[in-house]
């Protein structure tokens, strides 16, 4: 079954702290996977997705194909950071079906 | 920069109406998409939209749901007869086309409240 996991509900963190959000996905064949974030009261907007390997806003993710995972990692956190993140999946094609994980909130606290 | 936009942004509607929701994607983007959100869960894909024909659908958007894209700029979703269970955040999305286009680009959202 193609399934995105995000264990985390909600992550706190200090500023300056290394942030981690984790992402597991599930998918029989090579998926796309994508971080979007959405900030309060914001729309949803793409934040990084692996095919383009850069760091946006100071975030990165690797795609890890043995463990089936798709980490996103800031080395030092800031206020600003705090938002709903959420990984998604999508098996390609002219479609882009996204295949969203629950989503975790990150709260950055000063 | 271009935005996608969607109308209403909250709607409150009795059991068994007719809602309509509107979106006007990005002007160049040729591939269109509905989500929903249920307050707590995941976002949830519903309808995928190219070629002014229904290219992917969910097994959510069952035939109460419709989409159509009546002018150049419009893309709707109707829900025929409300469900207390509709009750969700609807988002519209919008894709260009080509290579590495992964990127949607969404709207606000439309919150739809079934009493």
């Known amino acids: 079954a193609q399934r995105v996991t995000q264990p985390e509900k909600l992550l706190s963190v200090f500023k300056g702290a290394p942030v981690e959000l984790k992402c597991n996905y599930s998918y029989s064949g090579s998926p796309e996977l994508f971080w979007y974030v959405q900030y309060s009261r914001q729309r949803l907007q793409l934040l990084l997705r692996h095919i383009s390997r850069e760091s946006i806003k100071g975030f990165t993710a690797d795609l890890n194909k043995g463990e089936t995972s798709f980490h996103l990692k800031k080395p030092f956190a800031q206020e600003e950071d705090s938002a709903m993140y959420y990984c998604?999946?999508?098996?390609?094609?002219?479609?882009?079906?996204?295949?969203w994980g629950a989503g975790t909130k990150l709260i950055i606290k000063p | 920069e271009p935005e996608v936009t969607q109308t209403p942004s909250h709607q409150v509607t009795q059991m068994g109406q007719e809602v309509i929701l509107r979106c006007v994607p990005i002007?160049?983007?040729?591939?269109f998409y509905w989500y929903r959100q249920i307050l707590g869960q995941k976002v949830e894909f519903l309808v995928s939209f190219y070629n002014n024909e229904i290219s992917e659908k969910s097994e959510i958007f069952d035939d109460q749901f419709s989409v159509e894209r009546p002018d150049g700029s419009n893309f709707t979703l109707k829900i025929r007869s409300t469900k207390l269970e509709d009750s969700a955040m609807y988002f519209c999305a919008s894709r260009r086309q080509g290579v590495n286009t992964g990127e949607l680009f969404f709207g606000e959202g439309s919150r739809l409240t079934v009493l």
């Open positions: 998604a999946l999508s098996g390609g094609g002219s479609n882009y079906q996204l295949i």
């Open positions: 002007s160049n983007h040729l591939y």
